[in-house]
């Protein structure tokens, strides 16, 4: 009996689909560079519920008659190669002639089509990879094709898919990219019938990403543009430190004006800029690397987004060389931002009898729960507000009330740790992490107490994100609010901020909103912003290692621990101090046996 038999061209069309559409974002991606590839200079793209129920994507290219629409929708049908010697110039985005036939076999789609001169256009409806429908229609010069119920005919496939929110933000951070591909097109991307994007198409980069990123980001771009060197050359922006990020997210790399992943291009980056990078900082970059389509490989993947140079060596001189180039001409000199004129907003009072019940479930849990050198009234506040970096540290290690202000205080060592010293013990103390951990406290406890203290700004500031950002805040807008911003969508992808935690006064909001981004968790490709996350964010106010502090400053710093009781470390989990007794320094050197 065979074993071996040959698959029915159903499953055979699923199994292509599974290599092609993994989510919305793919079909979307497959679609647009269809219509770049079909030489458009305007593309739309709307989506509803996360182009899960409906992708719609409408140019203005050349357009198909109806041999060539209907000859599309079959497996390895293109017009972009004809033998296997194409492959190596390719000049495309797309290539392998799947895009249509793997999106039919498990969406129902609608194909709207018409050739520039001509009278008539041609409708095809095609569900599951089966023609439903062909037919002349009156239909506008180019392309539409609209796609609906992803997956309708493969449910299980339907269940791994992320929820709408977090579909919509891959599509969004996928058209970020395309449109700075693309300057010379105008692209305009709607979700659920509100405009998120919509780029000029004037053939200017800048205006391009100032359409994705605001125009805030204009004055942080250095400009690089190469000339031709042996048929390569380089073209686009490189961020000032001031847009430095903790990951590489913000990294845009194309060659031959497709989008690429490439660790060889980020090293290439970084080592151009180490100078002026922090450690566990990353820059930023749109970057149009132009090379002969010989010398690059890009049938890797089906997603076309992972490549080959011929020459590595060669690219990776020629693009360090050239931005160590242009940043020496452009040195930078960061700007110092004025402090924000304010005025406070006092905490809302708490009621009476809210004040008693918490201060009775307090003195409940102290007269059950006696223990030498426990702050038990922390102890009930840490079940509320669980402190990151402690796993498995109780309450009976915290710093117990030490009167710092009575000892004698030495002062500094290398303006990073705060020496004091009593009749038998010497404490180091780390200026930095014991600032972080007081800050941190004064926060923890303000929202404990529902007692946040939110600073107004005057006038209010207007915060430009990416579309996948300002979903990610509006996932936690409570977050937010709760730790003392006054923050509300304020049209497209902005935010307009009335008010922030008083202890971030001197913030730069930007870069506090990026450092958010960049350190959130992401769960299932959805950014998840916690109260803690918030809190710790504060800790940026906090005086740095380095920073010499007067003597005044030392015993401020000082009274402030002799008030307050705390576990031994900041709230990343260093420790604040060390001590060394009298004793042991004198065991130390030989002075006692």
Request: glycine fraction near 4%.
């Amino acid at each position: 009996m065979a074993v071996i038999q040959k698959l029915d061209n159903k499953t055979i069309n699923q199994i292509a689909a599974g290599e092609v559409v993994e989510r919305p974002s793919s079909i979307v991606k497959e679609l647009v560079e269809n219509s770049i590839d079909a030489d458009a200079r305007a593309i739309t793209i709307e989506i509803k519920n996360g182009g899960i129920s409906l992708i719609r994507v409408t140019d203005n290219g050349i357009g198909m008659d109806r041999e060539d629409a209907e000859t599309a929708f079959h497996r390895h049908a293109t017009s972009k190669i004809s033998s296997v010697d194409d492959l190596n110039h390719i000049q495309t985005l797309g290539f392998r002639g799947e895009a249509l036939a793997s999106i039919a076999a498990v969406t129902q789609m609608e194909l709207l089509t018409r050739q520039k001169g001509t009278i008539s256009g041609c409708q095809i409806i095609n569900h599951g990879g089966q023609f439903v429908k062909i037919s002349e229609v009156g239909c506008p010069e180019g392309t539409t094709i609209l796609v609906r119920n992803l997956f309708y005919n493969t449910p299980a496939r339907l269940k791994f898919l992320k929820s709408a929110r977090s579909e919509t933000a891959a599509i969004s951070d996928l058209l970020a990219k395309l449109i700075l591909a693309n300057p010379h097109i105008s692209i305009r991307y709607i979700n659920n019938e509100r405009t998120i994007y919509h780029s000029p198409g004037n053939e200017n980069l800048l205006d391009a990403i100032i359409s994705v990123y605001g125009k805030d980001i204009k004055d942080q771009l250095v400009m690089i543009n190469s000339n031709t060197e042996n048929d390569l050359s380089i073209s686009g922006y490189v961020g000032k430190p001031s847009l430095n990020r903790a990951n590489r997210t913000h990294q845009s790399f194309y060659v031959n004006g497709r989008y690429v992943y490439s660790n060889l291009l980020s090293k290439c980056l970084e080592e151009a800029l180490k100078e002026q990078t922090m450690i566990n900082q990353f820059p930023w970059c749109v970057l149009n690397i132009r090379l002969p389509a010989q010398e690059v490989d890009v049938n890797v993947h089906p997603s076309k987004t992972r490549i080959r140079f011929r020459n590595p060596e060669k690219i990776s001189k020629f693009l360090t060389d050239r931005i160590v180039g242009a940043i020496v001409k452009h040195p930078y000199i960061p700007e110092v931002f004025p402090s924000l004129e304010y005025k406070e907003k006092l905490p809302p009072k708490i009621e009476v009898n809210e004040e008693k019940n918490m201060r009775d479930a307090v003195s409940e849990i102290e007269q059950s729960k006696p223990a030498k050198h426990v702050h038990i009234k922390r102890e009930f506040q840490e079940e509320m507000f669980p402190d990151p970096g402690m796993v498995g540290i109780k309450n009976d290690n915290t710093i117990d009330v030490y009167n710092f202000m009575k000892l004698n205080i030495i002062g500094s060592a290398f303006s990073t740790f705060i020496l004091v010293e009593s009749d038998t013990q010497l404490y180091i103390i780390d200026q930095h992490a014991a600032h972080e951990r007081l800050i941190y406290e004064q926060l923890r406890e303000s929202i404990y107490k529902q007692q946040v203290v939110s600073q107004q700004l005057l006038p209010p500031y207007l915060l430009e994100m990416t579309h996948d950002e300002f979903i990610a805040i509006m996932d936690n807008l409570e977050s937010f609010r709760a730790v003392g911003f006054e923050i509300e969508p304020f049209g497209g992808k902005a935010f307009l901020i009335r008010g922030i935690p008083v202890i971030l006064k001197e913030a730069n909001i930007h870069e506090l909103f990026n450092e958010l981004m960049d350190g959130a968790d992401k769960i299932n490709q959805k950014i998840m912003l916690q109260q803690e996350d918030i809190i710790k964010m504060s800790c940026k106010k906090a005086v740095k290692a380095h920073d010499r502090l007067s003597q005044q400053e030392i015993r401020d710093l000082l009274k402030e621990l002799d008030l307050n009781s705390f576990p031994p470390t900041c709230p990343h989990g260093r420790p604040i101090m060390i001590s060394m007794s009298r004793y042991e320094l004198e065991k130390r050197f030989k002075r006692i046996q």
